[in-house]
C-alpha cells in the first residue's frame, strides 16, 4: 500500500527521513534548555518508539497500543479521563443516561469539524459505532468495549442516543479510549488500505504522509478547536510538525535521544531509564497503563494447564521476584494483582505468588507428573511436561524477555520444560488466534476495572471480528462470568467494586495467571521539550499543549 500524502504544503524534508547512522553522526546533543515561562510555537519534534510500527494508523481496525500511541496525536474520544481518574467531556459536551440504564444521549461539541472539512455531528458518531461494529472492519478492541451498544439514533444534529443490550456501568470509560475515537465519515468510506494510511480525525495533528519502515510525519491542524477539559491551553498546537519515527532496538534510539536526533523516545530500557536519571538534558516520564497488570496467563483450556496443580505447581516454580530485582534496576515492581496499580479496584494477593520449589515438586507429583526424561524435564504416561510460551518481540522489551528466559530456568529445576518461541506481532497474534500456546504475556490496555470482563469472562473466548480473542487464560467459571456480568450492569459503586474482587480473588486463586509488574510505560524526553503529558486514559503520550526550547 503506497503512502499517501494529503497535504502539499508539507516540505520535503519534514517527509524525508535519514537512515538512523546519518541521525547519529550528523546531530550532536542539544544544550540543557531552559524551559520558557510561556510556550513557543513552531518546530519539529521527533518521536522514536520502540513498538511495532502499525500495519494500519486507524484504531478501529484490530486496535493495538502503537496505533494508540500515534493515534492520540490526530484522533479524538468522545470522553476523556482527568489525572482524579475522574470521566471529563471532550467531543461530546455533557451525557445523560435513562432511568433503566439502556439509553445514553450525548450532547456534542458544536462547530467541531474534521480536516478534511466534514461536520462532526450525531450521524458522524453513528457512523463511527457502524464501523467499529462492522466484522468487515476487522476491529478487537473497539469491538469489545462497544459490545452492549445495539443501535444508535440520531436525536437532533447534536445529540445521539446510544441504546444498550443491558446496562454499562464502564461505557464512559470505554468511549475515552482511541480504539473508540471519532474519525471522519467521509474518510471512512474509503477503501480501508486509504484509511489505514491516513486516517482523519478532528484532532490537533494531521497524518501527511506514512513511509512505510521509516517514518509518519503529521503536520499541526490551524484550524483546531476541540482540546479536552483538562488541557493547558485552547486552540492550535504549538509545534509544526511531529516526525513519528520506528527505530526498534532499544540501544540505537536511547542513543539518538542523546545525539539529539529525536526529542522523545518509549519503550526505555531499565538502564536507560537510569542513566537518564543521572542526566541534565533528559527527563523520564513514567506512565503505567490503566486496566490490566502485566502478567503471565495459563490456558486452562487444554493440557497441562487445565489442571490447577499444574497451574499452580508452574507459579511456584516462578521466581519472579529476584528476577524483576536484578533486571529492571528499581523501575518496575512486583505486581501481585490482575490488575494496574493505578486501577484503585485492585486486588492484590501476595500470599499466593511466593516462589517455593519444594511446593511446586509436591504439586507435580500429586498430578501425576512423576517421571523424568533423559533431560531431566517431568513425563506422565511419556509424555513431557512441556509449555508452549510464544513472546512478541514487539511488545516485550529485551528486560522483559531476559525475565521470561530467568523464569524458563527456575521452572526447569522442578521439571517443566518452558519453550520460548520469540515472534514478531504478527506471528503471535496468529499464534494466539489458533490457541498455539500454553502461557502467553499479552498486554491488554483498557480503562478501569471492566478489563476484568474482558480478560476472564468465558465469552472473551470466542474470538472478535478481527479473530482475536482476549481470555487467554481461558477461564471458564460461570460464577466468575455472573460476577462480572452485574458489576458491569449495576451503579451501586460499593457493590460493583464487591463484585469485582470475587472475580480477582476467583482468578488469582485458581492460579489462571501470574501478575509480573505493571505495563512498563516509560518515556524518556530531551530537555528542550516542555508541556508534554500522559494522556489519563491510556497513559499515551499528547503533544498537543507541547513545544520546543531549542
Not at 149 to 170: H, M, W, Y
Not at 261 to 285: C, E, Y
Amino acid at each position: 500500500m503506497p503512502p499517501l500524502v494529503h497535504h502539499s504544503r508539507v516540505p520535503r524534508s519534514l517527509v524525508a527521513v535519514a537512515t538512523l547512522a546519518l541521525l547519529l553522526t550528523g546531530c550532536s546533543a542539544s544544550p540543557q534548555a531552559t524551559e520558557s515561562t510561556a510556550p513557543v510555537s513552531g518546530g519539529t519534534l521527533n518521536y522514536a518508539s520502540g513498538d511495532a510500527e502499525p500495519t494500519c494508523l486507524d484504531p478501529h481496525v484490530g486496535g493495538n497500543y502503537p496505533q494508540a500511541l500515534v493515534g492520540t496525536q490526530f484522533l479524538e474520544s468522545l470522553a476523556s479521563r482527568d489525572s482524579a481518574g475522574t470521566i471529563i467531556p471532550w467531543l461530546a459536551s455533557s451525557w445523560s443516561q435513562s432511568a433503566d440504564g439502556l439509553a445514553w444521549d450525548f450532547t456534542l461539541r458544536e462547530n467541531v469539524t474534521f480536516t478534511d472539512g466534514t461536520p462532526f455531528d450525531a450521524a458522524a458518531v453513528q457512523a463511527n459505532i457502524a464501523h467499529v461494529q462492522d466484522p468487515k472492519t476487522g476491529s478487537s478492541t473497539g469491538y469489545l468495549a462497544a459490545r452492549k451498544v445495539v443501535s444508535t439514533s440520531v436525536v437532533s444534529p447534536t445529540v445521539v442516543r446510544l441504546t444498550l443490550s443491558e446496562p454499562d456501568s464502564a461505557l464512559l470509560e470505554s468511549l475515552s479510549q482511541p480504539w473508540l475515537a471519532m474519525e471522519s465519515p467521509t474518510a471512512l468510506a474509503r477503501s480501508q488500505d486509504e484509511n489505514c494510511a491516513a486516517p482523519v480525525g478532528t484532532g490537533p495533528f494531521t497524518v501527511a504522509s506514512w513511509v512505510k519502515q521509516d517514518a509518519i510525519t503529521l503536520v499541526r491542524n490551524d484550524a483546531y478547536t476541540s482540546p479536552p477539559a483538562d488541557a493547558a491551553h485552547t486552540g492550535p498546537a504549538y509545534l509544526d510538525s511531529i516526525v513519528w519515527r520506528f527505530i526498534p532496538d532499544s540501544a540505537s534510539r536511547y542513543a539518538a535521544l542523546q545525539s539529539g536526533a529525536v526529542d522523545v523516545i518509549d519503550n526505555a530500557q531499565p538502564d536507560t531509564i537510569v542513566q537518564a536519571g543521572k542526566s541534565s538534558t533528559i527527563r523520564h516520564l513514567d506512565a503505567p497503563r490503566p486496566g490490566a497488570s502485566n502478567r503471565i496467563e495459563l490456558n486452562s483450556g487444554r493440557a497441562p494447564f487445565n489442571d490447577p496443580l499444574v497451574r499452580e505447581a508452574f507459579v511456584r516454580a516462578s521466581d519472579v521476584d529476584s528476577a524483576v530485582a536484578s533486571l529492571f534496576q528499581g523501575t518496575a515492581t512486583r505486581s501481585f494483582s490482575a490488575l494496574s496499580s493505578i486501577e484503585p479496584l485492585g486486588v492484590s494477593r501476595p500470599d499466593l505468588f511466593g516462589y517455593d520449589p519444594e511446593a511446586a515438586a509436591t504439586l507435580l507429583d500429586e498430578a501425576g507428573w512423576t517421571g523424568r526424561d533423559s533431560d531431566g524435564y517431568r513425563t506422565k504416561g511419556g509424555v513431557r511436561l512441556s509449555v508452549v510460551f510464544p513472546v512478541s518481540t514487539n511488545q516485550s522489551i529485551p528486560a522483559e524477555q531476559s525475565l521470561f528466559e530467568q523464569l524458563q530456568a527456575t521452572a526447569k529445576a522442578v521439571g517443566f520444560d518452558v519453550v520460548l518461541s520469540p515472534l514478531d506481532l504478527s506471528a503471535w497474534y496468529t499464534a494466539l488466534g489458533s490457541n498455539s500456546y500454553d502461557a502467553v504475556s499479552a498486554p491488554y490496555t483498557k480503562v478501569g476495572p471492566d478489563v476484568l470482563r474482558t480478560l476472564f469472562d468465558s465469552a472473551g473466548i470466542v474470538p472478535a471480528p478481527s479473530g482475536y480473542f482476549a481470555n487467554h487464560a481461558q477461564v471458564n467459571d460461570p460464577e466468575v462470568d455472573a460476577w462480572l456480568t452485574e458489576a458491569s450492569q449495576t451503579a451501586d459503586a460499593p457493590k460493583r467494586a464487591a463484585l469485582y474482587a470475587q472475580a480477582q480473588n476467583r482468578v488469582l486463586e485458581g492460579f489462571y495467571v501470574l501478575p509480573l509488574y505493571d505495563q512498563q510505560n516509560h518515556y524518556l524526553l530531551s530537555s528542550v521539550v516542555s508541556g508534554t503529558r500522559a494522556m489519563p486514559t491510556v497513559s499515551t503520550p499528547t503533544f498537543y499543549d507541547a513545544w520546543l526550547n531549542r
